[in-house]
């Protein structure tokens, strides 16, 4: 059996993303592959945001000065050696976490740093205004 | 399957060949791919929309994988779809073993770097969870599901994500520019005719066609040895819709057609220079007034051919082969015209072979009995 495939999500369009639909089918399989989640600045985060025991990780990134942050369960990734300040790119589905937040839990969790994420980000917009114009807006 | 593409009216299995589309690695997103609906003609040949489609282009991160002994199955998420790839383990690596070791030494040991470079090769074709896979192949459906059975696959390393990204940005202007257009036939093909014909280039290569076989018809009946383009014009007319008979001199309607007069003589021009091209007709001299001569009613160039033949072959550089087909028409060239072909030279040598004047004794080499 195939999994479903995992569209594009943006650090910050996670969280709203996944509340809105929470109770739709999709929702529990919101597909997240987060382009430019910096795995846990070290600059800016104090806490050591690898938590092995639980299997949780959290990933922030800045954008317009806002810092998003992701939690990551790591069940299916490890073992797992984690570079703390690294950019990671993570593929799985969210789930609702105690306290309403959502968890993503990783299927694929891979070191990209370097990557230029500017240009990631024209891709991945790219992408989409392709498939707006084409197939029309989508079905929400 | 996706009821998106079933307005699209597939065309006949006869012209996809002429779609650059069908002969190329499509570089579809694997949501098109699975969506593709199958050919009503021929089992195996997909449509994204009018463009036929057999072998596809893929990359995207492994997500899913299954081992068995002679294949590897991945499924593949390129973030529009997943689709199963079919990748055979190449029997050569079976039994691949560490059966060379290393010697030590600093010596350069060519076996042991054949080994390494195997080895490389094969870690290549080795995937996991979270691999980028980029893979070509033929598309198939097996039990309801689309899969990609791989032609040639291979791991991306693609540490900072620039390969998925600049196809990324790449796929979006490829479906602009050449998969989400309706295939059409490029202008200098179609020429002036396929512009007034709604049908394209079918219909115009179809004329095209059949005014060639009215000319070779009419020639080799009444064993024509000479034309001018006027002569043979009527022939052509019945091929083109006349217009509505109107009195009238003056055109009422200002159409984007050219008249029929012009339509004719283009067709006739269009014709004649694929007839030179096969070597059926050529021209003696190049001279204002246009004459043709058929190539197989022209007794002078038969008898020129025949004398260099029979002249050349007994010069002691030609006794054993014979002359050269390229030497023969450098003679004739010289004798009879500067402007004959070589298409032209090897038709007159197929009539004459086909009559025993001459023999043929290598596919380029003639000779006299």
């Not at chain 2, 990359?59 to 390129?78: A, S």
């Not at chain 2, 204002?288 to 010069?315: C, F, G, H, W």
Request: aromatic content about 8%; overall charge negative; charged content about 25%.
């Amino acid at each position: 059996m195939l999994p479903a495939h995992a569209t594009f999500y943006f650090p910050w369009e996670i969280r709203t993303d996944a509340i809105k639909d929470g109770t739709s089918l999709r929702t529990c399989w919101v597909f997240q592959r987060d382009p430019s989640a910096p795995f846990l600045c070290a600059q800016t985060l104090r806490l050591a945001s690898y938590l092995p025991e639980e299997s949780r990780a959290v990933l922030t990134c800045v954008r317009a000065s806002v810092q998003h942050q992701v939690s990551v369960r790591t069940t299916f990734v490890e073992p797992f050696h984690p570079v703390i300040g690294a950019q990671y790119i993570v593929l799985g589905e969210t789930e609702k976490a105690e306290g309403g937040d959502a968890i993503l839990h990783a299927r694929v969790l891979t070191c990209v740093d370097g990557v230029d994420v500017a240009l990631l980000q024209k891709a991945v917009d790219e992408q989409r205004s392709f498939f707006k114009d084409r197939d029309g807006p989508g079905p929400e | 399957m996706s009821d998106k593409g079933d307005a699209e009216e597939e065309p006949p299995h006869l012209l996809w060949g002429l779609d650059p589309v069908f002969k190329a690695f499509a570089r579809l997103y694997v949501k098109d791919i699975l969506q593709m609906r199958q050919s009503r003609q021929v089992p195996g040949i997909y449509f994204y929309k009018t463009h036929p489609v057999f072998q596809v282009d893929v990359l995207g991160t492994v997500v899913y994988r299954r081992e068995r002994e002679d294949f590897c199955c991945y499924g593949v998420d390129d973030s529009t779809g997943v689709i199963n790839c079919l990748c055979w383990k190449d029997e050569k690596w079976r039994d691949f073993g560490d059966s060379v070791k290393g010697r030590g030494g600093g010596v350069f040991d060519a076996e042991e770097q054949l080994r390494k470079l195997r080895e490389a090769q094969r870690s290549r074709m080795e995937l996991d969870i979270g691999d980028v896979l980029r893979v070509r192949g033929t598309v198939k459906t097996s039990r309801q599901q689309r899969e990609i059975m791989a032609s040639c696959f291979y791991k991306v390393s693609d540490p900072v994500m620039a390969v998925q990204i600049s196809r990324m940005l790449e796929m979006p202007s490829l479906y602009r520019d050449c998969y989400d257009r309706p295939f059409s036939v490029p202008p200098h093909q179609a020429g002036t005719a396929a512009a007034a014909e709604p049908g394209g280039l079918s219909d115009f290569q179809l004329l095209l066609g059949r005014a060639g076989r009215i000319l070779k018809e009419f020639l080799r009946e009444k064993e024509v040895a000479r034309f001018r383009p006027y002569d043979v014009e009527y022939l052509l007319h019945p091929l083109l819709p006349r217009p509505a008979a109107t009195p009238s001199v003056g055109q009422e309607l200002p159409s984007a057609a050219p008249p029929f007069a012009t339509q004719v003589w283009n067709l006739l021009k269009d014709s004649l220079k694929i007839l030179q091209d096969e070597g059926e007709i050529f021209r003696k001299v190049l001279s204002p007034d246009e004459v043709y001569n058929v190539t197989e009613q022209d007794k002078d160039l038969l008898a020129a051919i025949m004398d260099v033949l029979r002249e050349d072959s007994k010069r002691e550089k030609y006794t054993e082969k014979g002359c050269h087909v390229l030497h023969v028409l450098s003679s004739v060239r010289q004798r009879y015209s500067r402007n004959l072909s070589r298409e032209a030279l090897q038709v007159a040598l197929r009539l004459l072979e086909c009559n025993s004047d001459i023999i043929s004794t290598t596919d380029s080499h003639y000779t006299v009995l």
